[in-house]
């Protein structure tokens, strides 16, 4: 008599379980690269600390930021430059978490709030208070806020029929962000000279002289949305296999979608607000996570680990690879993204998708 094997030991996803009904599925590579993003971003935050004007070491910086430091590496590292890393932070992780929402919503690799016109709605909000009402820089950070919350809306209302389609999401929104940028040209156009360059600076997306008043709004608004999202992960992968899928498994699909795409929407807006319009962070984040991970699904918090990584990396080369000639932040994403989408085109169109 034979003896029967022992059964392989199974090394697939798993599942922790939380209190109450609540569960979070792990699985090991995505834990890998999470804990891999967490890491470059520690690092790249140090990284970025020490430079500027005045170099600091690594070392340096992390005694400082330990309370060990000179009185003028502390002035220089907790004062003037760990706010702007801080920004640069929560921004990359908003614009990546919410890229990844939109993309599981519209089950599309092109549904990201660039091309969705949200983040054009919050141009649109803070070129109307910079240009017509001469605000402040806190009366225009609202203004982003509620011009990305009424482009969001408005969006949704034209893409609903009996529901909410991805492709007809994407294509409502390219016609809302046509729409706003010529909104945004016309207001340009009509500005005063110091509007208008006030207006540019803050189209071009920047972290510079960012300070603990960008830092704290941003940073509530992460700790309420973040976990509100994550607890809806399960509920998003189901609707990522499709509504009726999701209908069958007990899934509240429109409330569960709308209040997925409020929450991405606020985070966007959040971003905007905070460092003004960052592009194709959300666009690239999600689908070099899920690269990364080889994982199926939204990806959401390895989606905004990836965020944080990409901005912090930009806003570094921004600040080193030209020279003395610091470029903002938004125009190195926005070199690097409008490459990744060319390509991310041509492999959407290898693979038969479009």
């Known amino acids: 008599m034979t003896a ?7 090394t697939g996803p798993r599942a922790l379980r939380g209190p109450g009904r609540t569960s979070l599925r792990v699985e090991g590579r995505a834990l890998v690269a999470g804990l891999l993003l967490a890491v470059a971003a520690v690092a790249l935050s140090v990284v970025l600390i020490g430079t500027g004007d005045f170099d600091i070491a690594p070392w340096d910086v992390v005694k400082t930021l330990l309370g060990s430091g000179s009185p003028a590496d502390d002035f220089i590292v907790n004062d003037l430059r760990l706010p702007r890393v801080l920004v640069a932070l929560l921004v990359g992780a908003a614009l990546g978490m919410a890229g990844a929402v939109f993309q599981s919503v519209t089950r599309n690799p092109l549904g990201s709030p660039d091309l969705l016109g949200f983040g054009y709605g919050s141009a649109v909000g803070a070129l109307v208070v910079i240009i017509l009402f001469k605000g402040d820089a806190n009366a225009v950070a609202v203004g982003a806020v509620i011009g990305g919350l009424l482009a969001g809306v408005l969006v949704y209302l034209l893409a609903y029929k009996q529901g909410i389609n991805g492709y007809r999401l994407v294509l409502v929104g390219i016609g809302a962000s046509a729409v706003l940028v010529a909104l945004i040209q ?22 510079a002289g960012r300070d603990w008043a960008q830092v704290w709004p941003l940073l509530a608004t992460c700790a309420v949305l973040f976990p509100l999202v994550l607890s809806r992960s399960r509920a998003l992968r189901m609707i990522e296999m499709g509504d009726d899928a999701a209908y069958a498994l007990g899934v509240p699909v429109e409330r569960t979608r709308m209040l997925l795409m409020l929450a991405a929407v606020l985070l966007t807006t959040a971003a905007a607000a905070a460092a003004g319009p960052i592009s194709f962070v959300a666009l690239a984040a999600p689908q070099l996570a899920r690269r990364l991970s080889r994982s199926p699904g939204s990806n959401l918090l390895t989606g905004a680990l990836m965020g944080a990584v990409l901005l912090l990396a930009s806003d570094l080369a921004s600040q080193r690879a030209f020279g003395a000639d610091q470029l903002p932040v938004g125009v190195v994403t926005g070199l690097v993204g409008g490459v990744y989408l060319l390509w991310l085109l041509v492999m959407e169109r290898r693979a038969g998708r479009i």
């Open 4 to 10: 029967t094997p022992a059964a392989p030991a199974k």
């Open 186 to 207: 016309y207001l340009i156009s009509k500005a005063q000279l110091v509007e208008a360059t006030r207006a540019m600076v803050w189209l071009t997306g920047s972290l």
